[in-house]
């Protein structure tokens, strides 16, 4: 799907617990034109309240154009589920729901995606993971994910630059 303008995978949503669409599967690439029709009731305003992020998806997801809109991170799944400290020093969790099956990702998700080109010198990466505090860095060719550079990859070059190359292994 790599080449579509908005992709809904396995789409699910609507009000409450109510489900107004279930499993909706629709791509659609450049150039084409699209239309939803229905009977009244059947959804559409629904489907596009979803890809708009007016309703948020039960399921599934909503892909625009290819590009990375937020990452999850450990820091964030520690934010969203409260430690026993925490209920005891009454510190509200992030989403409403404490209950992993119904907190959808795009609530602990991180927005603001720091991320490399795929050019970036190994040193910059280990710079910008530093700096940031960050264990992994998406790396992005015009705003589309094509890997994801770790702490341990950073670590292995190093180590293979200072000819330790047997050390990694």
Do not use: C, H, W
């Not at 520690?78 to 907190?103: K, M």
């Not at 015009?142 to 190359?165: H, K, M, P, Y």
């Amino acid at each position: 799907m790599s080449d579509s303008l908005l992709a809904l995978e396995t789409l699910t949503a609507g009000y409450d617990e109510a489900a107004v669409i279930r499993d909706i599967e629709l791509t659609v690439r450049p150039g084409e034109v699209v239309a939803l029709l229905g009977a009244n009731g059947a959804g559409k305003t629904t489907t596009l309240r979803a890809v708009s992020g007016l309703v948020k998806p039960m399921s599934g997801r909503v892909v625009l154009d290819g590009e990375v809109v937020g990452i999850v991170t450990d820091r964030d799944l520690r934010d969203a589920f409260p430690s026993v400290l925490d209920v005891l020093r009454r510190r509200p969790a992030r989403p409403s729901s404490t209950d992993p099956a119904r907190i959808p990702v795009e609530d602990v998700m991180s927005r603001n995606v720091v991320s490399l080109a795929p050019g970036a010198r190994v040193v910059d990466a280990a710079l910008l993971m530093r700096r940031e505090r960050i264990g992994a860095i998406p790396v992005l060719q015009r705003g589309r994910l094509v890997g994801i550079l770790t702490r341990s990859d950073v670590l292995d070059a190093f180590a293979e630059l200072a000819g330790a190359a047997d050390a990694t292994s």
